[in-house]
């Protein structure tokens, strides 16, 4: 098996599994703010409130993340989202990240904008509804 052959095998296949990694963690976010689940020493976030809005936008759009549905556009909102994160909570206090501690809120802006270029790929809703599904994992025969 040639290099690009295994690449353009697993290539999807890897970002499926880090979006809904992905996903997955972000929605924890969005859950510790609006149902205080994992229990934080702040408590549920108002609805109505900054906090609670970023809440929601991380409970849906990791949800959305999670299952690979509309991903481009919800990565790209996301990215946005999590750059004035940083910019509004980190920022403020110091220039770099490892001091701000806004290391997360880079990683996961990066990585939404990635998604919103790269899609999906394999295992997403998007990916079954324009019926171009990875299929599973095939062990050529010798």
Do not use: C
């Amino acid at each position: 098996m040639s290099i690009e052959t295994y690449t353009s095998t697993w290539t999807p296949r890897l970002l499926g599994v880090l979006r809904i990694i992905a996903g997955f963690l972000f929605t924890a976010h969005g859950t510790q703010k609006l149902f205080n689940y994992p229990a934080s020493e702040h408590g549920p976030a108002e609805l109505f409130s900054f906090m609670g809005f970023a809440g929601a936008l991380e409970f849906i759009g990791g949800v959305l993340i999670l299952f690979g549905l509309f991903t481009r556009l919800t990565a790209f909102v996301l990215s946005g989202m999590m750059a004035v994160a940083y910019f509004m909570a980190h920022a403020p206090a110091g220039f770099l990240p490892i001091v701000n501690k806004g290391e997360l809120a880079v990683i996961y802006s990066f990585l939404f904008l990635f998604f919103s270029v790269a899609g999906g790929g394999a295992f997403s809703l998007d990916g079954l509804i324009r019926k171009d599904a990875v299929t599973p994992i095939e062990v050529p025969v010798r």
